[in-house]
């Protein structure tokens, strides 16, 4: 059976691999913005939506990856998901202006967003034993995408490139295939229902229940500080003459995400739907935001890394959830609402912290409406606590 197999070396790549690919392909167009720009002709309202687009289509694309899981089955729907987005993330290489660069960058963030919402079915199908662990491994491939697309971009990719975007993007992107690949000679069944039972099957997400209003909040108190505060760093440090610690800032602000994946796979199978670690996580994040917001020099940088390292932790505890609450039919349909919302939060907040710095010039009301969303998942917190012990009660009796 699948699950005596859950922990094997090869399903611990498949899972660590697909994880990467949630967020490579996304983020290295931050190192190669410039090239783009100048070759493309690229104004800097389009260079901003080419991360902003892709958070946009997790969002607006997440009910749709539940739709699709549906009907073709967790394994099948996350190879497809993997092309897609591979075929745009290549596509992108191949655009000679802004629409057919945003057209392409729309069609990979939808990929990415099925496969976002097929990967915790997927889970609970491979490692029903070991959600919480087994979600640490996906999440730790999605945080060290973020630092090798990076950190490897610019110093190694592009110099064997002959200094050529188009072909750092197919290099980062080709890759994807084989994992695709790999995925489909796994021979893990894809759960694909009767077409009588397709018709009855429920996978639009149950926004009436609360539980994934306080999910999706908690979500996107994670990616909206993250986002929120990537983002507006520069003008923090700026505002009050402390522009050469951006460097050492963003280095530390993004390598405690690494840090805090790996922490997850030491302390995620304890820590799940639990209510105090959650908000112990939560209020040490917002403690963090305003000690840096309103504190100067090294200390500051520390609080941010303190905010980044538990944000991290918190992501990687709320997405181990669907797959341990939900019973299996309703896995993606869960993950899809919470996901929606997230990222809906972690697309729109920081417009209106860009909008509040413009207004009043200062940049610290940047953090007024990250710190809004964060104390709003203060109380969601307990609710997230109180629906997993439902749920878990649920399942024993």
Known sequence: MLHRLSLSLRTILLLWFSGLYLRLMLLVTAPLGPRMAEDLGLSATVM????????????????????????????????????????????????????TLLLATAVMGLGIAAMQTSLPSLVRQWTPGRVALATAIYMNGLLMGEVLAAGLTLPLVLPLTGDSWR??????????????????????????????E????????????????????????????????????????????????????????????????????????????????LLTLTLVSIGGTLLFGFGSGWWALWAAFATSLCVGIVLILMV??????????????????????????????????????????????????LLAVALLAVPACAVVGHQYRLARYRTEV
């Open 167 to 196: 072909l750092t993007l197919m290099v980062w992107s080709l890759p994807g295939l084989l994992v695709a690949a790999a995925l489909y000679g796994m021979g893990a069944p894809t759960s694909r229902l009767p077409r009588a």
């Open 48 to 99: 901003g939506m080419l991360t902003t687009l892709p958070v946009l289509m997790l969002a607006s694309g997440a009910i749709a990856g539940a739709w699709v899981v549906a009907r073709l089955g967790v394994r099948t729907t996350l190879i497809f998901a993997l092309l897609l987005a591979v075929a745009g993330s290549i596509a992108r290489a191949g655009t000679d202006g802004a629409l």
């Open 198 to 277: 397709q018709q009855r099957h429920h996978w639009l997400p149950d926004f009436r229940q609360p539980v994934v209003w306080a999910m999706g909040l908690v979500v996107g108190m994670s990616s909206t500080l993250f986002f929120g505060l990537n983002a507006y760093m520069a003008n923090v440090l700026q505002d009050r003459g402390e522009g050469h610690l951006l460097a050492s800032g963003l280095l530390l602000f993004n390598s405690a995400q690494v840090v805090a994946s790996f922490l997850a796979l030491r302390y995620a199978g304890r820590w799940l739907g639990q209510t105090s670690p």
């Open 320 to 369: 181990s959830l669907p797959a341990a609450m939900a019973v299996a039919d309703r896995t993606a349909p869960l993950a899809a609402g919470m996901f929606t919302i997230g990222y809906a939060l972690s697309f729109g907040v920081p417009l209106l912290s860009g909008t509040l710095v413009d207004h009043t010039g200062v940049a610290n009301w940047a953090l007024a409406p």
